[in-house]
Structures are given as C-alpha cells and as structure tokens.
C-alpha cells in the first residue's frame, strides 16, 4: 500500500510543524541513545537499577511461564511412561536392590571420609546452597549471555555468586534485584572460568564463545595434552568458584586448547542453587597516592 | 455448509453503519505488541546461543511496513527504551538502532511508495541483518568479544521468522480496527 504522504501536509501550518518536529525528536532519540550507550558501555552497571526493577516486574509472569515449561514436559513424561512402566518397574526394582548395597557401602566410606578428615584436622564449613531457584528467562535473542533466575536479594543471592545446577556449574551472579537475578552464563564471551582437567590437574581457563560452547586456553604452551572426552572440573583459583565443580565436557581440539561443550545446557536445566561466595575476595587497599607535584 | 455461529458474533468483525473503530484499541494494539515481542526474554526459551530472532525488532518493521505512517517517526525512542530493559544488550543499543530504523523506514517509504511482499521482505532482510550485525559490535563494545559467525543461525531464523511476523502483524491489523464503538 502506498503511504499517505505524511511529508507534505498540504497548507496547514499545525500539521507542517507537527511533522517538521516528529523528525526533530528522531533526530534527539537517536542522539539521547547515542549518549545512553556511551555511559553504559564505560560502565556496564549504570543502568542495571532500571534493569533489575523492569525484570523484577516481569518476574511472576515469568515464573508462571517457566512453570508452564515444566508441565509441559512432565505431561509428555508421563504419557510416554504408560508404554513402558512394566520394563521399567523390574528394571528399577533391581536398581533399588543394588542402591541398598551401595548406601551401606558409601555410609561406611563416609565415616571413614569424616575420621580421617578428623585426624588432619581440616575443617569442612557448611557449603548448603544460598537459594535452590528456578531459572525463569533468558537473553535468547541477543548475542550477551545473560539468564534471569527467580530469586533476588530479599532471598539472599549477593552479586558474585555462583550458580549451579545439578550437572554443573552455569555461571555467577551479575546483577540482583529484589525477587530475581540475572547471570552471566559461563557461554557468554566475557566470562572466565579458572579450570582442571578432572583427571590429571592440568590448569587452564574456560572462555565462553558466545555459541554455547566454551574455549578452554590451558596456562602451558608447548604440545597440546588435551584429548576428546576429558572432563573439565573447576579450579577454584580465584576464589569466585568452588573447586572441583564439572563445568564442561572437551568435544574438539584447537592447536592452544579445546573447544568443549557445557555439561549443564540451560534450557534443560530446571532447578539451580546459588552458592555462596567460595572466598571472600579480600578489599583492594588503593595504593597510596603520588604525592602531588606541580602541574606543568 | 456454515457453522452454526451466534448472529451476533457473525456480525461482530463486519463493518456496518452505526459502527466505528474503538480509538483506544486502534492505537494502542500496535504499541503493545511491539512490546510484547520485546518481552521475548522472559519467554521460557532458555537459550545458551542466540537463535531467537529479535521480536521487537520484527514487528516494528512489520507495522511500519504494513501501515507506514501508524508509528510516528520517534517511535524507535520509547520502545527501544523498552526493549534495552529486557534484551541484555548495552542499555541504549536498541534505541540508538530502532531510532535510526525508523528514520531508514520513513526514508524507503517515501522512495518506493508502490511495493510487493518480496520487497518488504527484501528491505527487511536487509535491515535485520544490519540490525543484529551492528547490534553485536556494540555488545562486543561493552566487553564481549563474540564472532560474527555466531551470528549466521540467529540471521536465518529472523529472515525466515519475518513473512510469519508480517502475518501477525495483519491479524494484529484487522484486530484494531474490529468495529466496536457505537456511534
């Protein structure tokens, strides 16, 4: 369809001015953009007070959706069940005979763990997790990785934290509102995680790509020891995340390193607990000031 | 043979003579499902890549293509604003490029008055591309450093997502002008 011409008016001086500043307030929202993007790339966090406050607005539609989500996949569970509960009933039976053995087993390795833990007198703190949440959202469409979780400072998560789900780490905490938070996916590029390989201790890092999949740079060059299918863990260098928590699984090799694939993908993820800060990061002491010389 | 419908439910979408538009709908519907599609975040998508197209984005080509002139040319400013609370990019990214989208659209519009499906669709390819093209420089401004490549499936969804848009859009459309207020 044609557009009506909107440019020229005819002879009505309103509608001439009405449109002459139509384009003039373009004009301004672009430059007031320019300048919003200005301040908040210098300084990631100068709008997250509007953020968080928008995102905790839009929290219990969220947390409704993300519900809906779940019981959707339930319901597929369950009528996927009735076609085979009777293998799976003798299956589990047999399961539960063998768990039986192995409880007693782990019962009695875990009273050995604590007395020999007792007899070198290291001291276990308790690593219960901050908040058990739901995850409730994420930044599908931008190239950030940034996912929104059900829980906020009036539940106790502290920007910082570490976030995980059952199958391993998923990222920390960046922002914080009152009822939800958002992450900082351990995918995203700007994200940096100190890593292991589980078997050997072989130090590195783990860089988000941005295409759900993370770079692990190893901090030795020389030959490249990596191989397909190693397990990464955590390092816990750093302070920010415990040490030994799986984060990814090594899927192909780059002349520096490996690119590897997350264990825990978060749109299968359900539940995540957020940690508490593994070590406190101990205050940055400014170093003391130049003593002031004259300007030139 | 028909469906047996309630009269007046058969004659609630057709024009008549003592019926009109009601204001608040017809102005407001465009404005709200742009937002709607700025919303998209907090669908529960949880995506460890970016491949949903930009909603927002989307539909705000979809209305200004399909009814030029519906949005006023500052437009890109306030739903812009919107979409930065929600889309994870550096807060100002939307408005600076839905703004100048805006400006782009009046521009084409005004250059090629008479156009077909396929060049909407052409134009909006174009500017999706430009759109997610510039909007992942601005986040690898504020720190990232993603490659362009992680882009490539996003760009598909979102050139192909569009014709489905451009059809929502024209429900939408028809939905506004429902002759409800009696005069």
Request: aromatic share 8%; charged share 15%.
């Amino acid at each position: 369809m044609a557009a009506p011409n909107n440019r020229r008016p005819g002879y009505s001086r309103r509608a001439q001015y009405g449109n002459f500043f139509g384009y003039i307030l373009a004009v301004a929202g672009l430059a007031v953009g320019v300048i919003m993007l200005v301040i908040s790339t210098g300084k990631s966090e100068s709008f997250s007070g509007l953020r968080m406050a928008a995102a905790d607005s839009a929290a219990p539609a969220a947390k409704a959706a993300a519900n809906a989500r779940t019981g959707s996949q339930s319901t597929r569970q369950i009528i996927a069940g009735y076609f085979t509960s009777g293998v799976r009933v003798a299956r589990l039976e047999r399961e539960v005979a063998e768990a039986r053995v192995r409880l007693a087993e782990q019962a009695a390795l875990a009273e050995e763990n604590a007395r020999l833990k007792a007899m070198l007198a290291l001291t276990q703190g308790d690593q219960r997790p901050v908040v058990v949440t739901r995850m409730i959202g994420s930044t599908s469409s931008s190239t950030r990785r940034f996912a929104t979780i059900g829980a906020g400072t009036n539940q106790g998560v502290r920007v910082g934290m570490a976030v995980r789900s059952p199958l391993g780490l998923v990222g920390r905490v960046v922002e914080t509102g009152s009822t939800s938070a958002r992450l900082l996916l351990v995918t995203d590029t700007e994200s940096s995680v100190p890593v292991r390989r589980a078997s050997d201790g072989l130090q590195g890092y783990a860089n988000g790509l941005g295409d759900g999949t993370v770079q692990i740079r190893l901090s030795t060059t020389g030959i490249n020891p990596l191989k397909r299918g190693d397990a990464i863990v955590t390092s816990g260098s750093g302070g920010i995340y415990r040490p030994g928590e799986a984060i990814a699984v090594v899927t192909s090799l780059t002349p520096d390193g490996a690119i590897a694939r997350p264990l825990s993908d978060p749109g299968q993820t359900e539940f995540v607990a957020v940690e508490a800060v593994f070590e406190e990061i101990p205050e940055i002491v400014p170093a003391p000031a130049p003593k002031p010389g004259r300007k030139r | 043979m028909q469906p047996p419908l309630p009269s007046a439910l058969r004659q609630f979408g057709k024009p008549r003579i003592n019926r009109a538009a009601s204001p608040v709908l017809a102005l407001t519907t465009p404005w709200l499902l742009v937002m709607l599609g700025s919303l998209s975040p907090s669908w529960p998508v949880i995506a460890s890549a970016p491949v949903l197209p930009p909603f927002g984005f989307l539909l705000l080509v979809g209305w200004q293509q399909l009814r030029p002139g519906l949005f006023p040319v500052w437009a890109g400013f306030p739903l812009g604003l919107f979409d930065d609370l929600f889309s994870g990019q550096p807060f100002g990214s939307a408005v600076v490029l839905w703004s100048a989208a805006m400006i782009a659209l009046d521009f084409i519009d005004h250059r090629f008055p008479w156009r077909g499906f396929a060049l909407n669709w052409l134009v909006a390819s174009a500017f999706i591309t430009a759109y997610l093209l510039l909007a992942l420089q601005i986040a690898n401004l504020g720190g990232a450093n993603a490659s362009p490549l992680v882009l490539l499936p996003q760009l598909a969804v979102a050139v192909l997502a569009y014709p489905i848009t451009a059809r929502l859009v024209a429900l939408a459309d028809r939905f506004r002008l429902i002759p409800i207020r009696k005069i």
